[in-house]
């Protein structure tokens, strides 16, 4: 939702020279090494054991309109869910538990700017657990008159923020004993957020869940400090999609939750985990029975990314993709939703014999496109595939794929740290009618419960 790519910069009161790394959030890749500092001690007792997964955050959820012409067209969504800064005193935040980067970022309660002020913000000097720190991780000297700074440029937005090892939990609560859902880390405290994109969403920060090689420094890595300080006996986590508003979506800490599945997790090895993501290679991609010669030689890839609303394909075959998959409404209705209509599949064919098949009930866009011809004076309504086009990037080239919320959504998926694999089960949807408890979630800028009303194109 907030991207696709940003650079970023560190700013060193000490050094005459700037210097930079770029950051990628699919199209380019850290550049900037820094020297790594001893792992701080673990928050969790050795012989502990553990049970399931330690943690299991509910999500919200935001719809954002999409304007084209002054109507709206399309949503995209994102989930978010609550964290908790601090020991003794915690502070708390909502975030994007996002695999396709690997920091932790809050606004800074020294930032006054409104899309700062909008939202949740860190207050360091309620935090005593907090310790300030320069950009190549030792304390900030206390008669220090400046900070190092790190600066994060998106495609649309720009954050800058100073550094912080704080403790960060999954669950609330003072932590008077060692807990296995906190763990040290080193965080990004905005002090300076632009307006676009983030007075637009609701979620104060982002959780960055790629793999460490992503992060800049291994301190950085929530899952990483989380797996390697608190001994989990399942260095997993398990992400769930609802389909119902009614239902929250879910993330889970230290092992899947079984309880989502509606089938085995078929797993499959990531492809270069040295480039930080949950990259699989894709034997093959099949759009309504059509093989796309893209991927003849075996060479493309497809992300799992939790921070991303739409599937995403390759620019080159985008429009073919489109073609394949629209497909025509009889009877011309003056209202539809097109995610209710039937059409073809979309095949990922991945490692290990595992294929990902997505439907028109996901791939779909709600709103429908009716087609005015002029010459003949007779209409068409078409429903479509809401793709996302991926340009070519420096690290994923020219074949990458985005399995995002429709992928998400329809399979469960598991995250597994230490054998670098992700699996893959359908999803079990609870039914809404029989879910009783909604105060566990919010839901943000739901659209109108009526069929969509479809937009119109002269030709």
């Not at 979309?346 to 294929?355: M, P, R, S």
Request: proline fraction near 7%.
């Amino acid at each position: 939702a907030l991207r696709r790519a940003y650079r970023t910069s560190l700013v060193s009161s000490r050094e005459t020279s700037r210097a930079r790394l770029t950051m990628a959030i699919f199209s380019l890749c850290f550049k900037l090494f820094i020297a790594s500092v001893p792992l701080v001690q673990g928050l969790v007792r050795e012989g502990s054991v553990q049970t399931g997964p330690v943690a299991t955050i509910p999500l919200d959820k935001q719809y954002v309109p999409v304007i084209r012409n002054e109507k709206i067209v399309s949503y995209k969504t994102a989930y978010f869910g609550k964290i908790h800064l601090g020991v003794a005193r915690q502070q708390t935040f909502t975030v994007v538990f996002d695999t396709g980067s690997a920091h932790l970022f809050v606004p800074s309660a020294t930032c006054l700017s409104p899309a700062c002020t909008r939202h949740r913000q860190f207050y360091r000097n309620m935090s005593a657990s907090a310790i300030d720190l320069d950009h190549d991780g030792n304390p900030v000297k206390k008669n220090a008159t400046r900070r190092d700074q790190v600066n994060i440029a998106f495609g649309t937005g720009e954050v800058t923020g100073e550094f912080v090892r704080e403790t960060v939990c999954l669950t609330p609560g003072a932590m008077t004993t060692p807990r296995k859902d906190c763990t040290e880390l080193r965080v990004i405290l905005a002090s300076e957020m632009t307006k676009e994109p983030f007075m637009t969403f609701e979620f104060d920060g982002v959780l960055g869940l790629g793999l460490a090689s992503l992060a800049v420094d291994p301190e950085f890595s929530f899952f990483g400090q989380m797996s390697k300080m608190n001994g989990l006996t399942e260095q997993t986590f398990g992400y769930f999609l609802s389909r119902s508003d009614k239902v929250p979506s879910e993330i889970s800490f230290g092992g899947h939750d079984k309880r989502r599945l509606a089938s085995d997790l078929q797993w499959v090895p990531v492809h270069k985990p040295e480039l930080g993501y949950w990259q699989l290679k894709l034997v093959g991609v099949i759009v309504a029975g059509e093989r796309l010669p893209l991927c003849e030689e075996g060479d493309c890839v497809a992300i799992a990314d939790t921070g991303t609303s739409l599937l995403g394909a390759p620019r080159a075959v985008t429009q073919r993709m489109h073609w394949l998959l629209a497909r025509k409404v009889p009877e011309n209705p003056t209202e539809i939703d097109c995610r209710t209509f039937p059409g073809p599949e979309l095949i990922f064919e991945l490692e290990a014999g595992v294929n990902v098949t997505i439907g028109a009930e996901d791939y779909s866009r709600a709103t429908g496109m009716r087609v005015l011809n002029n010459k003949t004076n007779s209409s068409q309504l078409i429903c479509r595939a809401s793709l996302l086009p991926v340009d070519d990037g420096e690290v994923l080239g020219p074949k990458a794929f985005i399995l995002g919320e429709p992928a998400l959504r329809k399979y469960y998926t598991a995250y597994d740290w230490k054998r670098q694999r992700i699996g893959f089960g359908l999803s079990n949807q609870p039914n809404p009618e029989e879910y009783e408890d909604e105060s566990q979630h919010s839901i943000y800028g739901a659209p109108p419960s009526a069929p969509p009303v479809p937009t119109e194109v002269m030709v």
